[in-house]
């Protein structure tokens, strides 16, 4: 089945885990993939590995935090590819686990947050407009059950994923 054939998708965390997985399941289906991570070594290893199965990808090393970064990345798919008919935004961090509220550093419930909803909402915010532009588009973000029932330990995780949540439903 060729689901996704001639359309566009971004994946954030395209180099490993479920955005990886998520990816060869797009390409699998016809997508023309854009894969997003930080990690270069990781990002040229799955997007070799796609080739082929999915066609060409394009990997783009970009923090989802470094919102400028991540617009340059968003607007070279759209220059490549004339346009982004998907995005999955996969790329999150757990942080800290096994810790009480207290014993929380700011930086490191910060961190979480910055990766997990602020990345996304600057994916979100990048993409929108090309979409919007189309009259077509589609964004899958990625949350947890953590997010809704909560995590014992993973106050940062939790607290990011039930924004996630909330997010989701207004966009």
Do not use: W
Request: net charge negative; with cysteine; charged share 20%.
């Amino acid at each position: 089945m060729q689901r996704f054939e001639h359309q566009v998708a971004v994946v954030t965390g395209g180099a490993q885990g479920i955005g990886l997985a998520i990816a060869r399941r797009l390409g699998a289906e016809g997508a023309t993939l854009a894969l997003l991570d930080r990690d270069a070594t990781r990002l040229q290893e799955a997007a070799a590995s796609l080739t082929g199965a999915a066609g060409e990808s394009l990997p783009l090393v970009v923090d989802v935090t470094d919102e400028e970064a991540l617009d340059g990345a968003i607007t070279r798919v759209v220059e490549r590819c004339g346009r982004i008919d998907v995005l999955v935004t996969a790329a999150g961090i757990v942080g800290v686990t096994d810790a009480k509220a207290h014993q929380i550093r700011t930086a490191d419930f910060d961190r979480v947050l910055d990766v997990n909803l602020r990345g996304m909402f600057f994916c979100i915010r990048a993409v929108l407009p090309p979409m919007l532009k189309a009259n077509y588009g589609r964004i899958v973000n990625i949350a947890s059950i953590s997010g809704k029932d909560g995590n014992e330990g993973m106050l940062p995780y939790t607290a990011s994923k039930a924004a996630v949540i909330g997010m989701t439903m207004v966009i």
